[in-house]
């Protein structure tokens, strides 16, 4: 490249020359050092003159556009563009020339689209200068290849807005495109609907088969979504097992619930992963609004509490957003709230059901039951225990509870020694999941002074079935500190026999549902008979719960049920009634069964 483009600059008048400018114009510029500079800069130049053509290229810009500097040199400049942007950019190159602009610096550079001979488009940063020589001006131009950094801006955006184990959009992109979805609500009147997925159980599969495997399985929920959608739904992963369907267009309600129905079936299917069959279902929320009506969180916030209504009914369904399910939210949250500060606030209370011999003479054991006495009256255990499993609420209330039997325990055995009854307390699913239960509890048990031997944990079959393997380790630690345990409402969790023998187990309670179909269902007496049958075999105790009739104790009595719970014999009651029921249990033997009628009233507490 030779002299072209030294002598394209206007020489400056001395006395405007910088001292270095003047050292230099003095030495003279050696023509052949600024060819080795152009030859050897990575950034590609050419020198163009006021009519668009070009009169030289260096070896960057040549391997640039794939052209030769011959085939370059006379070329319009326009050519290296793509033909829909040449005659726009001819214009502006003549306005620029007009212009009394000499250079446009890096600052105010602009990207444009590059062309390369054999027809491929590029990204492309441009930066010019003019300089003036008699009448004519000759343009410098440097040009940049930017796909690089595009590229990487690009993937930027894509990790910013999509979820980078499923490929989804995330919950940004999807907060995104509702406020413009309901923006062109807004304009059009057209309804809209945001479904909740919230994956039942997950937690479940990663605790027990690790998180590699739940992260497959993830994405292969994540692709059966993106079977069932219609065309310009969008699906995000909204968090860890939960995800958000956005659908437009929405004219009937109907066409949503027939999504959901296939969202529903289509997740029912077994994933098979490293040779494990994985059943995941799902719990689904629908909120339908318009722009007109609703806000973005106003959806959002809908969704998720219809989601939570179907947990509540059992999980793996779908459920419309309504008013009464607003209220009920309402209702839940100030429950938990409440549960909160509940035990600081001393508004949990305990309460003993009595648990006699099947002669009913003798009291050997009584479960304690929570009640809630909040500022507002009672609210009863069937309304906030769930709520209090789901938030985890449970985990400190259990802890209470534990510690109320130990203290009870404690002091029964100082009063009664050898004759006093044990205390029995129910272990929830959610307790079961806490690392510490067995140090809190061996901590509990030093504190208090409590006899481990004499208290009784309950866990219920179906929670001890969810997974059996975790539990058993759980209930084993437990049962190392000297702690005893039963299965409560056993007969509905499908346990098997070999996975009843592996578990420390002392105790079945038989389900209130199975003793109430005693006198009218023939079927519940052949179970409760093969369940003491089993019991027996095992070498367990058999307690049978809500026993409220004559008749249901006779049967019990007859198959060899050993201890009896029920308002037949005695409702909850406060401590002190309880100790006066022991004490008259102890002091008098009786002939035949009366039953009492001391405690609260209302119906069987859980």
Same mark, same amino acid.
């Not at 289509?266 to 629908?286: K, N, P």
């Given at each position: %490249?030779?002299?072209?483009?030294?002598?394209?600059?206007?020489?400056?008048?001395?006395?405007?020359?910088?001292?270095?400018?003047?050292?230099?114009?003095?030495?003279?510029?050696?023509?052949?050092?600024?060819?080795?500079?152009?030859?050897?800069?990575? /950034?590609?130049?050419?020198?163009?003159?006021?009519?668009?053509?070009?009169?030289?290229?260096?070896?960057?810009?040549?391997?640039?556009?794939? $052209?030769?500097?011959?085939?370059?040199?006379? /070329?319009?400049?326009?050519?290296?563009?793509?033909?829909?942007?040449?005659?726009?950019?001819?214009?502006?190159?003549?306005?620029?020339?007009?212009?009394?602009?000499?250079?446009?610096?890096?600052?105010?550079?602009?990207?444009? =689209?590059?062309?390369?001979?054999?027809?491929?488009?590029?990204?492309?940063?441009?930066?010019?200068?003019?300089?003036?020589?008699? !009448?004519?001006?000759?343009?410098?131009?440097?040009?940049?290849?930017?796909?690089?950094?595009?590229?990487?801006?690009?993937?930027?955006?894509?990790?910013?807005?999509? &979820?980078?184990?499923?490929?989804?959009?995330?919950?940004?992109?999807?907060?995104?495109?509702?406020?413009?979805?309901?923006?062109?609500?807004?304009?059009?009147?057209?309804?809209?609907?945001?479904?909740?997925? &919230?994956?039942?159980?997950?937690?479940?599969?990663?605790?027990?088969?690790?998180?590699?495997? @739940?992260?497959?399985?993830?994405?292969?929920?994540?692709?059966? +979504?993106? =079977?069932?959608?219609?065309?310009?739904?969008?699906?995000?992963?909204?968090?860890?097992?939960?995800?958000?369907?956005?659908?437009?267009?929405?004219?009937?309600?109907?066409?949503?619930?027939?999504?959901?129905?296939?969202?529903?079936?289509? +997740?029912?299917?077994?994933?098979?992963?490293?040779?494990?069959?994985?059943?995941?279902?799902?719990?689904?929320?629908?909120?339908?609004?318009?722009?007109? *009506?609703?806000?973005?969180?106003?959806?959002?916030?809908?969704?998720?509490? #219809? %989601?939570?209504?179907?947990?509540?009914?059992?999980?793996?369904?779908?459920?419309?957003?309504?008013?009464?399910?607003?209220?009920?939210?309402?209702?839940?949250?100030?429950?938990?709230?409440?549960?909160?500060?509940?035990?600081?606030?001393?508004?949990?209370?305990?309460?003993?059901?009595?648990?006699?011999?099947?002669?009913?003479?003798?009291?050997?054991?009584?479960?304690?039951?929570?009640?809630?006495?909040?500022?507002?009256? !009672?609210?009863?255990?069937?309304?906030?225990?769930?709520?209090?499993?789901?938030?985890?609420?449970?985990?400190?209330?259990? $802890?209470?509870?534990?510690?109320?039997?130990?203290?009870?325990?404690?002091?029964?055995?100082?009063?009664?020694?050898?004759?006093?009854? $044990?205390?029995?307390?129910?272990?929830?699913?959610?307790?079961?999941?806490?690392?510490?239960?067995? &140090?809190?509890?061996?901590?509990?048990?030093?504190?208090?002074? #409590?006899?481990?031997?004499?208290?009784?944990?309950?866990?219920?079959?179906?929670?001890? %079935?969810?997974?059996?393997?975790?539990?058993?380790?759980?209930?084993?630690?437990?049962?190392?500190?000297?702690?005893?345990?039963?299965?409560?409402?056993?007969?509905?969790?499908?346990?098997?026999?070999?996975?009843?023998?592996?578990?420390?187990?002392?105790?079945?309670?038989?389900?209130?549902?199975?003793?109430?179909?005693?006198?009218?269902?023939? *079927?519940?007496?052949?179970?409760?008979?093969?369940?003491?049958?089993?019991?027996?075999?095992?070498?367990?105790?058999?307690?049978?719960? @809500?026993?409220?009739?004559?008749?249901?104790?006779?049967?019990?009595?007859?198959?060899?049920? &050993?201890?009896?719970?029920?308002?037949?014999?005695?409702?909850?009651?406060?401590?002190?009634?309880?100790?006066?029921?022991?004490?008259?249990?102890?002091?008098?033997?009786?002939?035949?069964?009366?039953?009492?009628?001391?405690?609260?009233?209302? @119906?069987?507490?859980?």
């Amino acid at each position: %490249m030779p002299e072209r483009y030294v002598q394209a600059a206007a020489p400056v008048p001395s006395s405007q020359a910088s001292p270095r400018s003047r050292s230099h114009s003095a030495e003279g510029i050696d023509s052949d050092q600024v060819q080795q500079i152009l030859t050897l800069v990575d /950034m590609a130049v050419l020198s163009v003159d006021e009519e668009g053509v070009i009169i030289d290229a260096n070896p960057a810009a040549c391997e640039m556009f794939a $052209y030769t500097a011959d085939e370059m040199a006379g /070329m319009p400049v326009h050519q290296l563009l793509p033909p829909a942007l040449r005659q726009p950019h001819a214009g502006m190159l003549k306005q620029f020339v007009a212009s009394g602009d000499v250079i446009r610096r890096m600052a105010s550079r602009s990207n444009v =689209t590059g062309c390369r001979k054999d027809g491929s488009c590029f990204p492309l940063e441009i930066s010019i200068a003019k300089f003036r020589k008699g !009448e004519r001006w000759t343009l410098i131009a440097t040009l940049h290849d930017v796909s690089v950094q595009m590229r990487t801006q690009e993937e930027l955006l894509w990790s910013a807005t999509h &979820d980078a184990l499923t490929g989804l959009a995330n919950r940004a992109l999807l907060l995104e495109r509702l406020e413009r979805a309901l923006q062109r609500s807004r304009r059009t009147g057209a309804g809209l609907a945001l479904l909740f997925v &919230d994956l039942d159980n997950f937690k479940l599969i990663n605790d027990t088969h690790g998180h590699g495997i @739940g992260d497959q399985l993830i994405q292969a929920i994540a692709a059966r +979504l993106l =079977t069932q959608l219609r065309p310009g739904d969008t699906v995000a992963r909204f968090a860890g097992d939960e995800f958000v369907v956005l659908c437009e267009q929405v004219a009937r309600p109907e066409d949503i619930s027939a999504l959901a129905e296939r969202i529903n079936a289509a +997740l029912r299917e077994e994933v098979r992963l490293d040779g494990l069959a994985l059943g995941c279902t799902a719990s689904i929320g629908i909120a339908i609004g318009s722009g007109r *009506q609703h806000l973005a969180d106003d959806l959002l916030r809908s969704a998720d509490i #219809a %989601m939570h209504a179907v947990k509540q009914k059992g999980r793996d369904g779908w459920r419309f957003f309504n008013d009464s399910l607003h209220g009920q939210a309402r209702q839940r949250f100030s429950i938990i709230q409440g549960l909160r500060s509940a035990i600081e606030r001393e508004e949990l209370h305990a309460r003993y059901q009595p648990i006699v011999d099947a002669d009913g003479v003798r009291v050997v054991g009584a479960e304690l039951l929570l009640r809630w006495h909040a500022a507002g009256g !009672e609210i009863p255990p069937a309304q906030f225990i769930t709520i209090a499993e789901s938030c985890g609420a449970i985990v400190a209330i259990g $802890y209470w509870v534990f510690r109320q039997a130990c203290l009870a325990e404690a002091d029964w055995r100082r009063r009664w020694g050898a004759d006093a009854p $044990y205390v029995s307390v129910n272990l929830s699913a959610r307790q079961l999941d806490e690392a510490r239960l067995a &140090d809190e509890f061996g901590r509990i048990l030093r504190e208090t002074g #409590a006899a481990p031997a004499r208290i009784l944990l309950e866990v219920t079959e179906t929670a001890l %079935m969810a997974d059996i393997d975790v539990n058993l380790k759980v209930l084993q630690a437990l049962n190392a500190l000297g702690l005893r345990v039963a299965v409560d409402d056993f007969g509905t969790g499908y346990s098997s026999l070999a996975q009843l023998t592996r578990l420390p187990v002392e105790v079945l309670k038989i389900d209130r549902a199975f003793v109430d179909g005693i006198g009218r269902k023939q *079927q519940d007496v052949t179970l409760i008979r093969a369940i003491i049958g089993l019991g027996k075999a095992l070498g367990l105790k058999l307690v049978a719960e @809500g026993v409220e009739s004559g008749e249901q104790l006779q049967t019990l009595r007859q198959l060899g049920c &050993d201890l009896i719970q029920g308002y037949l014999f005695h409702r909850p009651m406060p401590l002190d009634a309880l100790q006066s029921v022991v004490e008259h249990s102890l002091s008098a033997a009786r002939d035949a069964v009366q039953p009492c009628q001391q405690g609260e009233g209302g @119906g069987e507490p859980r």
